[in-house]
């Protein structure tokens, strides 16, 4: 039989048992059929390369390369192989949001190799899933990994994998781990630990992540020999990309203060070392947590590159931009509020609305004599003659008309860039500019570093996207912001009020009192600007009040408002208090 015959053989064997898979979790289990890939090339347009399976976790489908089967020798453990790709949809990982936490998790027990994290946790779920399956399902899951074993695949690594599968499944020595020349007492003993951890957390497997990568972080450490392992661990990496594909996931900006806490030695645990033996560790962790999060509000969140980094793992093809909006976003959304309004009274018009007699004490002006003649050629006042009555359109209630709002950060050399530090400046706009679109105004959003660079969205705006891209971007020129950015919304009077806020520092004064290429000076185009937006301004200083008095008395002249904040962390209370301090709103 050739080759294409054994692959349509199969194909044929392993859908005629896709149900009985599927008895193997839940009776009620509803999935799509997998993906059956006749050809190696059919499976690499499903995404699929390196193993003979992997599951999508955005669509919930399985792709099974037979091809691949056929040529591995192990056309005969179709129940296995796809119950084992069930359970990835069902038990570990099963969702996105899951997922992305135990990843999350594994990366906080490797320091410096977070880059290994997707393979840990593929390996991990697939531990939990084939015990489960070979211990109490009955499969024959040990005899999938004899037909894969080849005295090649063998390095200390894979020892250790097959190692375990040997404690947890009360193997010989070497049924699995064939290969002697790997053998220690190290790899039995940390294979040991592993097996005990795989049993002790197959109920509440997420808190074990961590404590996994630990144990397995020794063994991960050389590039080269990681590189190598790698390649030959391949055909087990049916998870890795899981995620591919997938949009934002809510939730994982903030810090998993409980995930710290697992990551756990085991060997020390093993041996009994106390808490006061094991202080060095403590605060190598606390350091570890300083450096990985407690950025933002209450210190409860992870740094954007880690965010970013987590993420990409997550989804590869992610969009570092997309991501970084979302992260921002999602840090805002618990202090946007509704956004203060212009009340104003509703113009009515008088609309026609019946006739009623017209007598001879109503003015002569109002007799519709049209109608009077319609009614009766006779012209009889008080009897035939006829007036139009007339209401009003208007319900006599008062319209929101929220103000809009222009937003300048500076973005000069002395701020942080927002991609790789939590920036407090673009949360406060984020939360004021997101509160603005919320309530129906249109925003308009500026960094700027001068003299240097400056990028400004497309005037006022409704786009929550483009409007959190521009924010989110990062110049480092220049000292301080420009006031010349404020002609172009704002040399003339615009066709609706504005609110103008500017957030900035002492340096801003140094600008205002810099030349300028024409005759009005920064301070005078300050005061127009302020003037012709018809709302309000105000220019929120990182200074202390004393500082720079008489400019600050110079500006509230005009009209500005000045907000002092000492530290940045301040910026998200005048964010949230923005509303109620400026505007009237119901």
Same mark, same amino acid.
């Given at each position: 039989m050739n080759n294409q015959s054994n692959i349509e053989t199969t194909f044929k064997l392993w859908q005629s048992l896709w149900q009985a898979a599927k008895l193997e979790?839940?009776?009620?289990?509803?999935? =799509?059929?997998? $993906? @059956?890939?006749?050809s190696h090339q059919e499976a690499q347009k499903e995404g699929l390369t390196g193993s003979f399976a992997m599951i999508r976790l955005t669509?919930?489908?399985? /792709?099974?390369?037979?091809?691949? $089967?056929?040529?591995?020798?192990?056309?005969?453990?179709?129940?296995?192989?796809?119950?084992?790709?069930?359970?990835?949809?069902?038990?570990?990982?099963?969702n996105l949001y899951d997922n992305a936490i135990l990843l999350n998790r594994i990366r906080f027990g490797l320091p410096g190799l977070e880059d290994r994290a997707p393979m840990v946790s593929n390996l991990y779920t697939d531990f939990l899933i084939n015990d489960k399956l070979q211990r109490t399902n009955k499969l024959q899951m040990v005899e999938v990994y004899k037909a894969i074993n080849s005295e090649d695949t063998f390095s200390e690594f894979w020892t250790l994998m097959?190692?375990?599968?040997?404690?947890?499944?009360?193997?010989?020595?070497?049924?699995?781990?064939?290969?002697? *020349?790997?053998? %220690?007492?190290?790899?039995?003993?940390?294979?040991?630990?592993?097996?005990?951890? $795989?049993? %002790?957390?197959?109920?509440? @497997?997420?808190?074990?992540?961590?404590?996994?990568?630990?144990?397995?972080?020794?063994?991960?450490?050389?590039?080269?020999?990681? =590189?190598?392992?790698?390649?030959?661990?391949? #055909?087990?990496?049916?998870?890795?990309?899981?995620?591919?594909?997938?949009?934002?996931?809510?939730?994982?900006?903030?810090?998993?203060?409980?995930?710290?806490?697992?990551?756990?030695?085991?060997?020390?645990?093993?041996?009994?070392?106390?808490?006061?033996?094991?202080?060095?560790?403590?605060?190598?962790?606390? *350091?570890?947590?300083?450096?990985?999060?407690?950025?933002?509000?209450?210190?409860?969140?992870?740094?954007?590159?880690?965010?970013?980094?987590?993420?990409?793992?997550?989804?590869?093809?992610?969009?570092?931009?997309?991501?970084?909006?979302?992260?921002?976003?999602?840090?805002?959304?618990?202090?946007?509020?509704?956004?203060?309004?212009?009340i104003s009274e509703n113009v009515s018009l008088d609309l026609p609305e019946g006739l009623e007699t017209w007598d001879i004490g109503d003015p002569m002006e109002e007799v519709d004599w049209l109608q009077s003649s319609i009614l009766s050629p006779t012209l009889i006042p008080g009897l035939t003659t006829q007036k139009r009555t007339y209401g009003s359109d208007a319900d006599n209630s008062l319209s929101e008309n929220p103000l809009n709002v222009y937003i300048g950060i500076d973005c000069s050399g002395s701020m942080m860039n927002?991609?790789?530090?939590? %920036?407090?400046?673009?949360?406060?706009?984020?939360? #004021?500019?997101? *509160?603005?679109?919320?309530?129906?105004?249109? /925003?308009?959003?500026?960094?700027?570093?001068?003299?240097?660079?400056?990028?400004?969205?497309?005037?006022? #705006?409704?786009?929550?996207?483009?409007?959190?891209?521009?924010?989110?971007?990062?110049?480092?020129?220049?000292?301080?912001?420009?006031?010349?950015?404020?002609?172009?919304?704002?040399?003339?009077?615009p066709t609706k009020k504005s609110h103008i806020v500017i957030v900035t520092d002492n340096d801003i004064f140094s600008m205002l009192d810099s030349d300028t290429p024409n005759k009005q000076t920064h301070w005078e185009l300050a005061e127009l600007a302020l003037k012709n937006a018809g709302g309000h301004g105000t220019m929120v200083l990182h200074s202390h009040p004393d500082y720079e008095k008489d400019f600050v008395i110079r500006l509230e002249k005009m009209g500005w408002n000045v907000y002092y904040v000492t530290n940045e962390a301040e910026l998200l209370k005048f964010a949230q208090d923005f509303s109620h301090q400026n505007y009237n709103y119901v």
């Open positions: 979790w839940n009776p009620l289990l509803r999935l =799509q059929e997998p $993906i @059956w890939c006749l669509d919930h489908r399985i /792709v099974i390369n037979l091809e691949e $089967i056929v040529e591995r020798g192990i056309t005969n453990y179709a129940l296995e192989v796809l119950a084992h790709e069930i359970g990835h949809h069902i038990f570990a990982p099963a097959m190692r375990t599968y040997e404690y947890l499944w009360r193997l010989n020595r070497g049924e699995l781990a064939s290969n002697k *020349s790997f053998h %220690s007492k190290k790899i039995d003993a940390d294979a040991s630990l592993l097996a005990h951890l $795989i049993r %002790s957390y197959s109920k509440n @497997w997420m808190h074990g992540g961590g404590r996994f990568a630990v144990l397995l972080y020794p063994y991960l450490m050389d590039d080269k020999s990681f =590189q190598e392992t790698r390649k030959k661990i391949l #055909i087990l990496l049916d998870a890795e990309d899981a995620g591919m594909g997938a949009m934002n996931i809510s939730g994982m900006t903030t810090l998993d203060l409980e995930g710290y806490d697992e990551i756990i030695d085991m060997r020390k645990e093993a041996i009994g070392l106390k808490d006061d033996d094991d202080q060095n560790k403590k605060e190598s962790l606390v *350091s570890e947590k300083n450096k990985a999060g407690g950025q933002g509000p209450r210190n409860a969140y992870m740094g954007p590159g880690n965010y970013i980094d987590l993420m990409k793992q997550l989804n590869p093809n992610a969009d570092e931009q997309h991501l970084l909006n979302g992260y921002y976003k999602e840090i805002a959304l618990p202090h946007l509020i509704d956004f203060p309004v212009e927002p991609r790789q530090n939590f %920036s407090w400046p673009i949360l406060a706009a984020t939360v #004021i500019g997101l *509160s603005a679109l919320r309530a129906g105004a249109s /925003v308009m959003g500026c960094l700027s570093g001068e003299p240097g660079s400056y990028l400004e969205t497309d005037g006022f #705006i409704d786009d929550e996207t483009d409007l959190l891209t521009t924010l989110t971007s990062y110049l480092g020129t220049g000292y301080a912001y420009g006031i010349e950015r404020l002609r172009k919304p704002f040399e003339k009077i």
